[in-house]
């Protein structure tokens, strides 16, 4: 069952791009939102994944070998989860029937890659699904060929692909020292020759590209151009999935699965999510864009994930993992409601609006929700998620990483009532007053998200006192 998630995709990709194309563009859309909304079932159904692991052959040349676990389930959700969100974004924000299909086409490759890359056993498999979601990305954010979309993508292009050559040189490297590409057979060769003097420098390599991908300090330059200057669909996916997929999970994979724990990777990984999560917030606090606001504050959140995973404990996995899920639910809400913002107001300078909640309450009462989730206020999902990690680093003794999560979030909080109040807040400008909430494609996506962040926020605490059996 698991290598549908990577065939269906792929064989609606070749259906959608047989002859009958006006058929085919009509199609498009509900077919998308059919894969991704499958998918979401499927993951909430416990009956159809089994334990363990499971490989498919797509002939007898090729096989690939599949992972299965309550981490790949997650990410194969949010994974459903965002792709929906983005398609319902799309719907709203573009409009010529020709870019609407050639974006759908789009989505199906990151559907591909990004499904592969949760589900791969093997590091060489990983990379290449890595490279195929990249390579998607890349186009998306030059979507409408404009030039400050051509110059981010460009950047994008520039910097993926100088993580790229970083991680096929320590893949590389650990085939020398393992002789195999297999995250079991890698991790077992590490155990075993803990002296190699290649290991580390494999592993910091590796993780110098997951940086990258993951848009983290000092690697962080595409990221703000890039979710700025893509289309509002795109910024949906860039930020609520793809560094999170390409950089987050694959960084909490590699670490607890192949890598293992050790002081260097710990010190490695907390320093570099320390640094981002406050030069993130800072950052975000002096923008006037509203989406290149929402950017650096994604990357102040991711910062937070590493820094739980850095922690070394499983208090601060679950942390980790926790805030990974929160952050894809209230940062794809955020850009849903910049993408709203943008298409009813005309604008995303926020310093030319003010007291837009007058006239579009919902998205002023979600975007409130999500923001106040983001910078961890009690009881929205978010608070949870960063007090785990705070409690993990301050149990295992980095008070001082621990400070500076408790300042990132109050940073955080600086920022978005900053956004609210310059966007929603006050009294409404005069060439606002016939301003009205965004659709149906924005506004349901909006409230579904909104719900799932109060409502984790609300049941986690009984989740979490439940016995275990």
């Known amino acids: 069952m698991l290598s549908g998630l990577i065939l269906l995709p792929f064989f609606s990709l070749i259906i959608l791009n047989l002859p009958f194309r006006a058929l085919m563009r009509r199609l498009s859309f509900g077919l998308f939102q059919c ?20 490989s498919f052959g797509v002939d007898r040349f090729f096989k690939f070998n599949l992972i299965n676990d309550n981490l790949t389930r997650l990410m194969l959700l949010c994974i459903g989860m965002v792709l929906l969100v983005t398609v319902f974004v799309c719907r709203y924000t573009i409009k010529g029937p020709s870019e609407r299909f050639n974006f759908i086409n789009l989505l199906l490759i990151a559907l591909i890659g990004t499904n592969g890359v949760v589900m791969a056993n093997d590091i060489f498999s990983l990379f290449v699904f890595m490279e195929i979601t990249a390579v998607a990305s890349f186009i998306l954010v030059a979507f409408h060929k404009k030039a400050d979309a051509l110059e981010a993508a460009f950047k994008y292009i520039i910097l993926s692909e100088f993580a790229a050559v970083l991680m096929l040189t320590a893949i590389a490297l650990l085939l020398f020292i393992c002789g195999s590409a297999s995250f079991p057979a890698i991790n077992a060769a590490l155990k075993n020759s803990p002296q190699n003097f290649l290991i580390m420098p494999a592993i910091g390599i590796f993780l110098c590209g997951l940086f990258v991908k993951a848009g983290l300090v000092p690697f962080h330059a595409w990221l703000p151009d890039a979710h700025s200057a893509a289309p509002a669909a795109v910024s949906v996916f860039l930020s609520g999935l793809q560094i999170k997929i390409l950089g987050a999970y694959t960084a909490i994979r590699l670490v607890t699965s192949v890598f293992g724990y050790s002081r260097p990777v710990t010190q490695i990984l ?61 940062k794809s809400l955020l850009f849903v409601n910049a993408a709203a913002v943008e298409a009813q107001a005309g604008t995303r300078d926020m310093d030319k609006m003010s007291g837009l909640a007058a006239r579009m309450p919902l998205t002023g009462l979600t975007s409130l929700l999500a923001g106040l989730s983001a910078a961890g206020v009690p009881p929205l999902a978010g608070f949870w998620s960063k007090l785990i990690i705070v409690a993990a680093l301050w149990i295992s003794g980095h008070y001082v990483y621990a400070f500076a999560a408790v300042l990132g979030s109050l940073i955080t909080l600086a920022y978005i009532l900053s956004l609210q109040r310059r966007v929603f807040f006050g009294k409404i400008k005069a060439e606002f007053q016939e301003v009205k909430e965004a659709g149906f494609a924005l506004a349901l996506p909006a409230l579904v998200l909104a719900a799932i962040t109060v409502a984790v926020g609300i049941i986690f605490p009984f989740l979490a006192q439940m016995p275990k059996f």
Do not use: C, E, T
């Open 270 to 330: 907390m320093l570099v999510g320390s640094v981002s999560i406050i030069f993130g917030g800072l950052a975000a606090l002096r923008q006037s864009d509203f989406k290149r606001m929402l950017a650096y504050s994604s990357i102040s959140q991711v910062g937070y994930i590493f820094l739980g995973l850095g922690s070394g404990s499983a208090l601060g996995l679950l942390g980790a993992v926790f805030h990974l899920f929160n952050h894809a639910v209230f």
């Open 35 to 54: 894969l991704a909304l499958a998918q979401i079932i499927l993951v909430l159904s416990p009956s159809v994944f089994l334990s363990g692991s499971s």
